[in-house]
């Protein structure tokens, strides 16, 4: 099983809102990520979390709240968000941590976030 | 890590060869090159890597100079489903905890 899995696909919230996003691996990854990715550019890193811990954190809002709950999850918590928060938030995973040789990290599809 | 220089954009049609080429200069000793190809609302995907000289899989082959200041990705036989932007990066080979870092891409559009 070489697949990360996102949910939801897409989520629609206000800006009072709070949700989560969702990420899991079953390939025995101990390194896992988030990107945010807007229309027509390149991902950007938000997080890394290396043996599930938090190892680095790209100086995002803290209405981005990342936590590992187990090697295989990964979540997204979401609070007061901004419109131009809106994105595609992608998860990945990769064997060990950091972007060394042979350690391509596999992405999961995303999930399309609109903040009103 | 090396900053990396790519087209924005080329344009190819069904079963041409098509050579994307990256700009490194800065590239040091220990670092490696990959490419990640990604469709509209999906994550990326790798498609090869490779450290100096050539490197050929399934799907692609990547050349690399002498001096390692380029490299490129070769696509043989394009189909229209290899429309897609294609990322060139630099990693360290023995990283720890450094990361990947995307830059802007190549769009490549496949006709028919």
């Known amino acids: 099983d070489t697949e990360v899995t996102q949910t939801p696909k897409h989520l629609v919230m206000g800006m009072t809102n709070k949700k989560s996003l969702k990420c899991e691996q079953h390939m025995g990854h101990r390194a896992m990520y988030w990107y945010k990715q807007k229309a027509k550019k390149p991902p950007e890193l938000m997080f890394v979390y290396s043996y599930e811990k938090l190892s680095i954190n790209e100086s995002v809002p803290s209405r981005f709240s990342p936590e590992c709950p187990n090697s295989s999850l990964l979540n997204l918590h979401l609070h007061a968000l901004q419109p131009e928060d809106s994105a595609l938030y992608l998860c990945a995973s990769s064997q060990a941590p950091g972007g060394g040789f042979n350690n391509e990290q596999f992405f999961g599809p995303g999930t399309r976030l609109t903040v009103l | 890590l090396a900053k990396t220089t790519q087209p924005i954009s080329m344009d190819s049609y069904e079963g041409q060869e098509v050579n994307i080429t990256c700009s490194h200069n800065?590239?040091?000793?220990?670092?490696?090159i990959t490419w990640y190809q990604q469709f509209p609302s999906q994550g990326p995907r790798f498609i090869i890597q490779?450290?100096?000289t050539k490197v050929t899989n399934e799907v692609a082959s990547l050349f690399i100079p002498a001096d390692r200041k380029s490299s490129t990705l070769s696509l043989p036989r394009v189909s229209l489903s290899d429309t897609a932007v294609y990322y060139c990066?630099?990693?360290?080979?023995?990283?720890?905890?450094?990361?990947?870092?995307f830059g802007k891409g190549t769009m490549l559009l496949v006709s028919p």
């Open positions: 490779g450290y100096k």
């Open positions: 800065n590239i040091a000793t220990n670092d490696y």
């Open positions: 990066l630099v990693g360290e080979l023995n990283s720890g905890y450094s990361t990947l870092t």
